[in-house]
């Protein structure tokens, strides 16, 4: 009972703030489940930023803090609501996409069936394993979190080189989150930990449902969610704390907000909206204020946007118009650069250095050893087909068959938000290789404890514009049958 | 060039292609209810951590300093690096550095005698202080700094 008043508190705020950036009215369900999850990961970061922040200005009170903070979202929130009551554009037409009855159906019960699979296993994982199952979670995050909690004014103690195998330079996302919860307590509850884990599992698949269903509608949305929670290592991992699930819902946060957005946009070609791209400019800032590779998917998709942008500029100038940048990337610089100012200070002046680049010396050495290339791409084709744990058919593989069945949709990949968003999955993904490349460790023991783990990052995302890109049902029932659902992007452009 | 299928064609392949690919999901879902952890095993599993933690040290806690860096000595071999997480899981915010070289020095030997008979100092420099029982013992180095 006592963890209700912290959980409002973190929820609320996250709610508010997605709601200051996001002042779209579309049908409710749809939107509330979108931002009632997204919530969960902005909730979060703020506890944690604001935990931090606390711990660096040595401020006791963070229930105060807290409340100031909620107080200044809701004054936002009015304000952001009052300015869109005036400016409402288009509103989405996911409602009028509609399949075979028999088939949304199917569609149903078998996401119901999935839902409550994944649901039982997490809560007999959660309950089984309040510590986390395996070490990341004791050694790494919730260690931190008790540095953070226990420290009092020497809490900086904890990030030191003398602790080297904690990872002392991994960002605070999780750990200072998880302590603003036991501050709230007065003890070191190892449920916290856990139940933001599962929280952060299901909140990625509900940020995934609701966008692919304002999106695409709701069969192909289904199908989507239905992917995600029968991963059985996404299920496991986000019930034992590994970081790379709440990781994987930044990333399909990000991703998410700028498709929305550039959907949006073309709706309402006079004034995209700016606070969508704010939204996901913060959630690649907290993907980078979760985890090391978070950063890495910060700067990817920056540069993403910055190289679609120029080539978009280069097809308007020749059809003689222009392209505004500011517009286009700033509200996105704008909402990462709070967090990317806390990383530095973070890595800066707390934080000892990383492990990674310990030793510069053979870095050349070992990027012009051809065989760590040969050996990388073999891990990642195994990987690839492996990391997910499905039981006979590979989520992967599963989805290349779909799609040669299904086919593709050409106008939506033409669009700007997909393909920033596959530039900057692949630009995450080829980090990483370099990533490999150059590691200090074992190359082979690096790539066998962490590769699956990394491309189950990524996987919520890929599923994501793997299903809106994908032909669905709608598209296919003949014309005339009575069964031909309206696609919502179609009828944005007649509106 | 090839023709495109033809729309009923092509929504019975959408149809089979999603009905397929649900079967296959459905199957993974049953692995990841058939691999969830039995209820009747949640007790024992949900204290395994605490127990080689938190309660495992919390005697010992007590004798040690609130803050400030102690030293560790543990059983050899990467498989007891588990017990040294442990320990400084438990008894944070205190820095636990694996090493001999400070004045007092944490040792933990969780296996029992018979698998790990050397239960006395493990260097000539380490004083006995206080023995916690359950191979949790505290040493003092007299030649650290």
Known sequence: MALVLPTLACLASGFLLVCVGWSRKGPLPT???LRASLSVGYGLGLFSVFCFLARVCNIRNLVLVDLLVLVLLIAAVVLAWARAAENTTAVSTSNSVQSPVWFHRVVTSALVIALCGAFYSAILRVRAYPHGDGWDAFAIWNLHARFLFRGGSLWRDGFTALLPWSHPDYP????AGTAHFWTYLGRDDPHVPAVVGFFFTFATVGILLSALSILRGRAQAMLGAIALLATPSFIEQGAWQYADIPLSFFYLATIALLCLHDQRAQEASSQPPAGLLALAGMAAGFAAWTKNEGVLFLG??????QLISIRSARRVALAGGKINFARQSGPLLAGSAPLFLLIIYFKHWIAPPGDLFSDPSSMLHKVLDVTRYWAIARWYVKAFLRFGDWLLIP???LLIGFYFLAGKEDRRTAQRGFRTSVLALALTLAGYFAVYLITPYDIYWHLRFSLPRLFLQLWPATVFL?????????????????ERGLDPLRAGECA | MHDLPAPDQRARRITIGALIFILCCLLSTARVVWDAPRPSSLPDSANRIGRRSDLRFASLKASLPERGVVGYVGEPGAAALGDYYLAQYALAPLVVDHSENHPLVVGNFPSPPAASPAIRPPSENLQLLKDFGDGVILFANKGAN
């Open chain 1, 300 to 305: 990817a998709v920056i540069l993403a946007r």
């Open chain 1, 466 to 482: 793997f299903f809106l890109v994908v032909r669905g049902l709608s598209e296919g029932v003949p014309a005339g049958s009575g």
């Open chain 1, 31 to 33: 939107d509330l489940l």
């Open chain 1, 395 to 397: 989520g992967s593989l």
């Open chain 1, 172 to 175: 605070l996302l999780l750990p």
